[in-house]
């Protein structure tokens, strides 16, 4: 089946830096999801994006839909100790399907 | 309001026993999913519900089965439990935004 690439796999950084990453496909989506896992619990949504483009903010956290839809980005700013956790992409292609395809993560770690 | 609640939270089987993950969910949704999450993978599908009376496969189907027992509940059975099977499972509710409960840790020895 088929999984998105998210990039990059981990990411150590020290707190207050900036954080970039981006899950890819190959294949057209129309709704792109953001969700953060802490150990041992399930993944919450962050953020959803529905419309090629649309750049979308939750507090100190920003996603954009890619133009392209096989694209989406997700950057967080000014990082804090509670960021740290594996942040996942997920794509759905909507009109009655709606199935999530998953990344395969990126692994937030902050160096003290 | 507990949104999606799954139990057990862990559990041990023998190879080839069978069990029974619970899942229910408080938010009206139409929409019911299990998923499994192995080391170094996303989230894969295992069995979806679009609604009360309806399932389908997902990506990773072959040894279990799922029972769709009202609008609020969705089961997962394990007949015959292998080593392959030893994962974290989720159950997830929702349409367009799926929301997940805390998981199951299934060891299979």
């Known amino acids: 089946g088929q999984q998105l690439n998210q990039s990059p796999q981990s990411m150590f950084i020290q707190e207050g830096e900036d954080v970039s990453m981006n899950c890819t496909s190959s294949?057209?989506?129309?709704?792109w999801l953001w969700y953060k896992q802490d150990p041992g619990e399930g993944p919450v949504l962050l953020i959803a994006?529905?419309?090629?483009?649309e750049l979308t903010s939750n507090g100190r956290l920003t996603a954009q839909f890619g133009i392209t839809r096989k694209d989406s980005f997700l950057n967080i700013s000014a990082s804090i100790p509670s960021d740290v956790g594996i942040y996942f992409c997920?794509?759905?292609?909507?009109?009655?399907?709606?199935?999530?395809?998953f990344g395969t993560g990126t692994r937030l770690t902050i160096i003290p | 309001n507990a949104g999606v609640t799954q139990t057990p939270k862990f559990q041990v089987l023998k190879t080839g026993q069978s069990m029974t993950l619970q899942c229910a969910q408080d938010?009206?949704?139409?929409?019911m999913y299990w998923y499994r999450q192995d080391p170094g993978m996303g989230l894969r599908l295992i069995y979806y519900?679009?609604?009360?009376?309806?399932?389908d496969k997902g990506e990773v189907p072959n040894g279990y089965n799922v029972s769709r027992l009202n609008k609020r509940e969705f089961s997962l059975r394990l007949e015959s439990a292998a080593p392959s099977q030893t994962s974290v499972y989720f159950c997830?509710?929702?349409?367009?935004?799926?929301?997940f409960g805390p998981g199951t840790r299934l060891t299979v020895t």
């Open positions: 997830a509710s929702g349409g367009y935004e799926q929301y």
């Open positions: 294949s057209i989506f129309n709704t």
């Open positions: 994006l529905y419309k090629a483009g």
């Open positions: 997920a794509g759905q292609l909507g009109g009655g399907n709606e199935k999530l395809t």
């Open positions: 938010m009206n949704h139409n929409s």
């Open positions: 519900s679009a609604s009360e009376g309806t399932t």
